[in-house]
């Protein structure tokens, strides 16, 4: 009887690891189950020498399709808002908000990649990068050479979203870690709406 209980056991724990275990898995409900998620960030820019440009953290909201708003706190504060049809980017210490009237502003940033939504295959080659550093990864390779971006890899554990690292077309990456994470919540719609504040300077530019 103990053999049959440790095999399983064995078996139960086996099943329980692999339901995570397929990276792209976790790529395609992270797209197609989950409608808005939230979670803090810390964010790091290095060149392709791997000298740290930039640290920053903060915390993020998105819902599906194109909302998001993205809030870094440390080393400046900075606000990125998206509607769906508009894009607002207010630094707050510089007292300068950008305008645009179409998600291109931010196209090749960490908000449009999570906040997108559709079919990944139109856009990426995916590929399954295997397990590593306790991480299941999923690299995405963008199809567009307009894209900004060269290599996409996403890290999840437990199935969760927890690592995203992006190469740009200048050689530098950004890698993000995410804490606190929230999936399929509710979250008040007016977060995703920016009114200006008085005598804060706007810049327009063309969408």
């Known amino acids: 009887m103990k053999i049959i209980s440790h095999a399983l056991a064995a078996f139960l724990l086996l099943l329980?690891?692999?339901?995570?275990?397929?990276?792209?898995?976790d790529l395609q409900r992270f797209y197609n189950e989950i409608r808005n998620y939230s979670a803090s960030f810390e964010q790091?820019?290095?060149d392709e020498n791997l000298k740290l440009l930039?640290?920053?953290n903060g915390e993020f909201s998105i819902e599906r399709p194109g909302k998001f708003r993205w809030h870094y706190t440390t080393p400046s504060e900075q606000l990125i808002i998206g509607d769906g049809t508009q894009v607002w980017i207010y630094d707050v210490e510089l007292e300068q908000i950008t305008h645009?009237?179409?998600?291109?502003?931010?196209?090749?940033?960490?908000?449009?990649?999570?906040?997108?939504k559709g079919n990944l295959d139109d856009s990426f080659i995916l590929e399954d990068a295997g397990q590593h550093d306790g991480f299941d990864w999923?690299?995405?390779?963008?199809?567009?050479?307009?894209?900004g971006f060269t290599d996409i890899r996403i890290g999840f554990s437990q199935g969760k979203?927890?690592?995203?690292?992006m190469k740009d077309n200048f050689g530098q990456s950004t890698r993000m870690?995410?804490?606190?994470?929230?999936?399929?919540?509710d979250i008040p719609e007016e977060i995703f709406t920016f009114i200006p504040p008085s005598g804060v300077d706007i810049i327009e530019e063309a969408g």
């Not at 329980?16 to 898995?25: C, E, I, M, R």
């Not at 645009?100 to 997108?116: F, H, I, Y």
């Not at 999923?138 to 894209?147: A, F, G």
């Open 54 to 56: 930039e640290a920053s």
């Open 138 to 147: 999923v690299r995405m390779i963008p199809k567009s050479k307009d894209s």
């Open 16 to 25: 329980s690891t692999s339901v995570y275990a397929d990276g792209l898995a």
């Open 44 to 46: 790091v820019v290095v």
């Open 161 to 165: 979203m927890q690592l995203l690292e």
């Open 177 to 185: 870690s995410f804490k606190n994470i929230k999936e399929n919540i």
């Open 100 to 116: 645009r009237k179409s998600a291109t502003a931010v196209s090749q940033t960490p908000a449009m990649l999570l906040s997108g």
